[in-house]
């Protein structure tokens, strides 16, 4: 099956730096990437969605400039948590779907973790 | 807005006996509804999805809109059934997953 890795799988900072998340798409192109974030023992929430050669469309209340992201290419989206705090501590999961059937994979997610 | 929810966080059942993981939806769309599973220290994948009408591992979901729920039942769990499940919704055009906030299955011997 199709497979979608994340990269780093943990990260910790140190408050007001950035920190860079990959998400590729292993075995397939993807057009379009998504990006969501989860909090301890909740549910995943949709931040933003990765489209190859364009802008991110973010959800309401995500801050774009907080969270930016890049999709240079059909395999390859990126999340930078810029300006890093505390309350970013969170799990991130990108997910890619598969052209043609439309199914989403998930990433294994990355675990951040500001100081 | 559309909105997923899964009453119960934890569910605790015997080996071979019957499973039902709850899900209610509100959309003003036409849904689209999945299960997606995660096992532990995996990652999140699909289960199935209510378009295919597929039973997978077992289990099966209808879709019932007068009730606005999408269940997921197996009538004989088995113990390698223990794992994450998050019921949800597509909407967007199909691109964009709302997601409940997921039930832990356990399931003992």
């Known amino acids: 099956g199709a497979v979608v890795s994340q990269h780093p799988s943990r990260v910790i900072c140190k408050s007001g730096t950035s920190v860079k998340i990959e998400c590729r798409s292993l075995?397939?192109?993807?057009?379009?990437m998504f990006w969501y974030r989860q909090f301890p023992k909740q549910s995943l929430m949709l931040m933003a969605t990765?489209?190859?050669?364009?802008?991110?469309?973010?959800e309401q209340g995500v801050e774009k400039d907080k969270f930016l992201i890049n999709h240079a290419s059909l395999t390859l989206s990126t999340l930078t948590v810029t300006s890093a705090h505390p309350e970013d501590s969170s799990f991130y999961i990108c997910?890619?779907?598969?052209?043609?059937?439309?199914?989403?994979?998930f990433g294994e997610g990355s675990r951040l973790t500001v100081l | 807005a559309q909105r997923v929810t899964q009453p119960e966080k934890l569910l605790s059942v015997f080996k071979g006996a019957p499973v039902e993981l709850k899900c209610n939806y509100s959309?003003?769309?036409?849904?689209?509804l999945f299960w997606y599973v995660q096992y532990s220290r995996q990652r999140l994948q699909l289960l199935l999805r209510?378009?295919?009408?597929?039973s997978i591992k077992g289990f099966t979901a209808d879709l019932n809109k007068g009730e606005t729920s999408f269940h997921l039942k197996k009538p004989f769990a088995q113990e390698e059934d223990s794992a994450m499940y998050y019921c949800a919704l597509s909407w967007g055009g199909g691109n964009k997953l709302t997601f409940g906030t997921g039930t832990q299955l356990k399931v003992e011997l």
């Open positions: 997910s890619a779907r598969l052209a043609g059937t439309g199914e989403l994979f």
């Open positions: 209510h378009i295919s009408r597929e």
């Open positions: 990765s489209n190859e050669g364009s802008k991110a469309t973010y």
């Open positions: 959309y003003s769309g036409s849904p689209e």
């Open positions: 075995d397939f192109q993807a057009t379009t």
